[in-house]
């Protein structure tokens, strides 16, 4: 059973950074395409980037020039590197793997072709 533990969250101002880390288990890490995701109270679910096994990349256009997404495939590990950050960006951010091995990096998701989920890490983005 793979599992997925997000760090880094924090509270930040405005115009700051912050570095995400997702850490995965399980022989999946390195065949799928690995996503940030963040959720908003009273929002739905939302993919912010996403990036296959070779490195390519995907965003959406709320984050694209201010979010990295990169990943250690060695360590089974997954970052989002946020820079410029704004009040909207505040959410709990989950990572997770696409359900199906070999995809193509892709800029939006509902979720429901993602999985398993960690527990989140919140960030917090003061004005």
């Known amino acids: 059973q793979a599992q997925l533990v997000e760090s880094g969250g924090g509270l930040v101002q405005a115009g700051g950074s912050l570095k995400l880390s997702c850490a995965a288990s399980?022989?999946?890490?390195?065949?799928?395409?690995m996503a940030w995701f963040r959720q908003a109270p009273g929002k739905e679910r939302e993919l912010v980037a996403s990036i296959n096994r070779s490195g390519s990349t995907k965003y959406a256009d709320a984050v694209k020039g201010r979010f990295t997404i990169s990943r250690d495939n060695a360590e089974n590990t997954v970052y989002l590197q946020m820079i410029s950050l704004k009040p909207e960006d505040t959410a709990v951010y989950y990572c997770?793997?696409?359900?199906?091995?070999?995809?193509?990096?892709?800029?939006?998701?509902?979720?429901?072709?993602?999985?398993?989920w960690g527990q989140g890490t919140q960030v917090t983005v003061s004005s």
């Open positions: 399980g022989s999946f890490f390195t065949i799928h395409v």
């Open positions: 997770a793997p696409q359900v199906f091995p070999g995809g193509s990096a892709v800029a939006s998701s509902d979720g429901s072709d993602f999985g398993p």
